[in-house]
């Protein structure tokens, strides 16, 4: 029973271009949290979704990120236009429709140059 | 915005010696916590928790103390162990209703042999 898969572990993207970043939740689990970690902070939420649906994207940037979980396939986070602050790493996590039993992929390792 | 801080960014112990962790929360409306342990280059993983009904959660050798009225909580580790050293994030969040977590930015963990 594979845990969550994120890909890639790592991204090294050029200012402007954009990152895509996949989340495939556990087998069983039908919601996909998104997390950001900065340099020696703590994880910030991002985004909560069920699929083809957000439900809660309240700390998502207003502008340049987005999200979807479509009804096939992994979750993706997509960031347009990268620049040097989004370099962070960040994690995907899933749990059943309960809420309880948050587990979390190994993230992926944004980096802006 | 910090609803959920670990002031203590980093602590060590001597091998079989307790650790503990503090953790402290400003939204009193938040009633689950739970900690979180996170090894370099991979996803949080989860440790225990506790909800606001108890005040105390044990489970081998990790217990949670709650001080609702403080709103402050501890993880106690007995006996530490040099595999204990890690990052430890506390967490918190609603029961009922969102199921986004609030993180604390950590305390780095170092059990000395």
């Known amino acids: 029973n594979a845990g969550v898969m994120q890909n890639p572990r790592h991204l090294v993207r050029r200012r402007g271009q954009e990152a895509r970043l996949r989340c495939s939740p556990m087998?069983?689990?039908?919601?996909v949290y998104w997390y950001r970690q900065l340099p020696e902070e703590g994880l910030k939420f991002m985004v909560y979704?069920?699929?083809?649906?957000?439900?809660?994207e309240s700390g998502m940037p207003k502008e340049r990120f987005s999200a979807e979980f479509p009804k096939e396939g992994p979750s993706i986070l997509r960031i347009q236009q990268v620049v040097r602050g989004d370099s962070a790493a960040y994690f995907c996590?899933?749990?059943?429709?309960?809420?309880?039993?948050?587990?979390f992929g190994s993230g992926t390792r944004l980096t802006v140059v | 915005d910090q609803q959920v801080k670990q002031n203590s960014p980093s602590l060590s112990v001597q091998e079989g010696r307790i650790s503990i962790l503090n953790c402290d929360y400003t939204?009193?409306?938040?009633?689950?916590f739970l900690w979180y342990k996170k090894y370099p280059a991979e996803g949080p993983t989860f440790l225990i928790s506790?909800?606001?009904?108890?005040d105390k959660n044990e489970d081998g050798r990790f217990t949670v103390f709650l001080n609702k009225s403080a709103k402050h909580l501890s993880l106690h580790i007995v006996p530490s162990q040099p595999g204990d050293s890690a990052v430890y994030f506390c967490?918190?969040?609603?029961?009922?209703?969102?199921?986004?977590?609030?993180f604390g930015t950590g305390t780095r963990l170092t059990v000395i042999p």
């Open positions: 087998k069983g689990h039908s919601h």
């Open positions: 939204n009193s409306m938040f009633d689950y």
């Open positions: 506790i909800s606001s009904i108890k």
């Open positions: 996590a899933s749990s059943p429709p309960s809420g309880y039993g948050y587990t």
């Open positions: 979704l069920q699929k083809e649906n957000i439900i809660d």
């Open positions: 967490a918190a969040t609603y029961e009922t209703g969102a199921n986004n977590l609030f």
